[in-house]
């Protein structure tokens, strides 16, 4: 069974949103439906015969380094060259750069397919596409030349190099230095931690996006640089970069973690990228496209964890219902059991939930930058820029809730190695990590996107549900009289927390975020559910056999989230509206 229902994908871009209304816009005028069939069918086999294969193989058989090369299964390389021969790494990019400036809304269901068959291969490309996309629209002419064509055909691979030993989420911290010299560029000396592909053979060269300090600059965040540093000089010589050494990671094993050492021998050369100090809202750039990309990530995972289970659950046999009271009855297979059904509807609503998410984020990013007028592309960036943070949290959240019923449902074999949900898990677990924890995200969330724009982009979204809530057919009255709650009691919390931040207690206002993030998530994705729903219900009309099963399964997935999940904002938004300091009063010598 596939990792993914081909079915849902054509489902989300087709009937729900609206890709055929980007084809009328000039950059995407060489596309069709037939020409995204095409490169969705191509992702498929990709998965199928370089990806998928070499999953469980790379996962029991880790990256190593001898203290001079780092060794990676041989399939991860094949994998990657099949990747690029068939144009992924550039189909988003301009037609000038080498691309098919396919929509990105494509791009991310393509990548999608690839990711839910091998998250730990799929690392190298989605990190050097990030780094490109930097470049391309911060570099030079120069630096465009050198380095954007190499990694778009994947001949280099890049990496974001961000945290140190001593500055996680904490940048203003970090103390890796860059000095001029004479030629114009820079020496970089420091050290970087969990930096994701640091080091492999995988490509000719390794393009590090590097954050520093220029020697005299203003402390604090507005210090900051970004650096082009290559593994490899233009002359061949190797840089001034050494791997200090591999980390070892319960999930992700294939994608190498590095500890990077710049400058053991006087200074790693760098190339200043933009303008000095400007360098983390450059990055952000690259930040927020890896938040979209890890939410990605986290959706797919709990899916491919889901279709297991669903399949699973088909076949294995045990147990008869509960009136049946003869022994010599057959059993029956488990997905016949209520509970086990309780278990894979959760998923399916998480699962279908959070890939509806992110693909209307990808979406959200080819209207803002293709959208017919400026009014239109401001209005998708504002809204893109709202939900970045509950892309990438929510699916982080939740479909790991969904890896974790899926070896439920596998009951004792689902935490043995030889079925792969337990690996599946252990992947996912890395993501309510990866590119900040949901404490950073909900603090971006509720005390940069609402609070700093006085709640304008939360307005936007609103009217956006209202839209879909007044098209909503009778049939989900229910679902849509739910939503219309759900925002009034949104904007009731959002405008008690407002009022503490807007008196000198923003402290108070923001002790909870977390559960906010949580909360709006949630209504978001009821949001996308009904929208779903009131698609199928419309398609329902026409549909005979397997296709009728797929729309009624969205429908009755929608009715499952509003009636089991949605409720759960309402304890939450009472939380917030307290005030509640429990957590923030606690005192440190009170944990022991």
Known sequence: ??????????????????????????????????????????????????????????????????????????????????????????????????????????????????????????????LTRAAANVIAKFGTEEQKATWLGAMLEGRYFGTMALTEPGAGSGLADLKTQAVQVGDGTYRITGNKIFISAGEHGLSENIVHLVLARIKGAPAGVKGISLFIVPKILGDGTRNDVRLGGLIHKMGYRGTTSTMLNFGEAGGATGYLLGEAHKGLSYMFHMMNEARVGVGLGAAVIGYAGYRVALDYAKTRLQGRPPAAKDPS??????????????????????????????????????????????????????????????????????????????????????????????????????????????????????????????????????????????????????EAGALANAIALVSETVAVLGRAAAGNRLDEALANSAVFLELLGHVVVAWLWLRQASVAEDKAAGATGDLAAFYDGKRRACRYFFRWELPKIRPQAELLQSLDQTCADMPVAAFG
């Open 1 to 126: 069974m596939p990792a993914l229902d081909r079915r849902d994908l054509d489902f989300l871009l087709q009937d729900v949103l609206d890709l055929d209304a980007l084809f009328a816009r000039p950059r995407f005028a060489e596309h069709d439906r037939a020409s995204v069939a095409a490169m969705l069918d191509t992702a498929e086999r990709l998965a199928d015969d370089h990806f998928a294969p070499h999953a469980a193989k790379l996962d029991a058989n880790e990256p190593t380094f001898d203290g001079e090369t780092v060794h990676i299964i041989p399939e991860v390389k094949a994998a990657l060259d099949a990747y690029c021969a068939a144009g992924f790494m550039s189909a988003h990019a301009d037609y000038e750069h080498g691309g098919m400036q396919l929509p990105h809304t494509v791009s991310m269901a393509s990548s999608a397919i690839i990711s839910a068959a091998n998250i730990s291969t799929a690392g190298y490309p989605f």
């Open 329 to 478: 009855l057959p059993p029956v297979p488990i997905i016949e059991h209520a509970d086990v059904k309780r278990m894979l509807l959760a998923s399916k609503s998480y699962v279908e939930g959070a890939l509806a998410l992110c693909l209307l984020g990808a979406r959200l990013v080819d209207d803002s930058e293709t959208a017919e007028t400026p009014e239109a592309r401001s209005r998708a960036f504002q809204l893109l820029d709202l939900l970045t943070p509950m892309i990438k949290s929510w699916p982080s959240q939740w479909g790991l809730v969904a890896n974790d019923l899926a070896i439920q449902v596998h009951g004792g074999y689902g935490y043995t190695r030889e079925y792969p949900v337990e690996r599946l898990w252990r992947d996912n677990r890395l993501n309510p990590i990866h590119e900040g924890t949901f404490g950073i995200q909900s603090l971006d969330l509720l005390g940069r996107k609402i609070f700093a724009d006085q709640g304008k982009a939360l307005a936007l979204l609103a009217e956006e549900m209202l839209k879909t809530i007044e098209a909503a057919p009778p049939a989900f009255a229910e």
